[in-house]
């Protein structure tokens, strides 16, 4: 009955779940490790444009936010001033991404 329990939970997680975007970070050498890189809705108005989630991440080192399926800004900076900004469409697969800092 367990198993029966268990296997009925995993199959009825839902889909959206497995959404959202995966990546790593590169930075020139100019720039520093680690790098801020922040999740938020697709917003040109900074007062509507809502923090989801922000995780630190080493030069090399990757992350990976589960978002459900919609538009959203990726954003990283560094101490030194660099910076990366990309607008997502996350659809039902996780997508790919490179957060390629450069320096403003």
């Given at each position: 009955m367990k198993a029966a329990l268990i296997l009925f939970t995993l199959f009825s997680f839902?889909?959206?779940a497995a959404s959202g975007v995966?990546?790593?970070v590169i930075s020139p050498k100019e720039c520093s490790s680690p790098v801020m890189v922040w999740v938020?809705?697709?917003k040109d108005e900074y007062k509507e444009r809502l923090l989801l989630m922000h995780t630190e991440v080493?030069?090399?080192g990757t992350f990976q936010f589960y978002l459900k399926p919609g538009n959203y800004?990726?954003?990283a900076s560094d101490?030194?001033?660099c910076e990366f900004?990309?607008?997502i469409k996350v659809d039902k697969a996780v997508g790919q991404l490179q957060v390629k800092m450069e320096k403003k």
């Amino acid at each position: 009955m367990k198993a029966a329990l268990i296997l009925f939970t995993l199959f009825s997680f839902p889909t959206w779940a497995a959404s959202g975007v995966k990546g790593s970070v590169i930075s020139p050498k100019e720039c520093s490790s680690p790098v801020m890189v922040w999740v938020s809705l697709d917003k040109d108005e900074y007062k509507e444009r809502l923090l989801l989630m922000h995780t630190e991440v080493p030069v090399g080192g990757t992350f990976q936010f589960y978002l459900k399926p919609g538009n959203y800004q990726i954003r990283a900076s560094d101490e030194k001033g660099c910076e990366f900004l990309k607008k997502i469409k996350v659809d039902k697969a996780v997508g790919q991404l490179q957060v390629k800092m450069e320096k403003k």
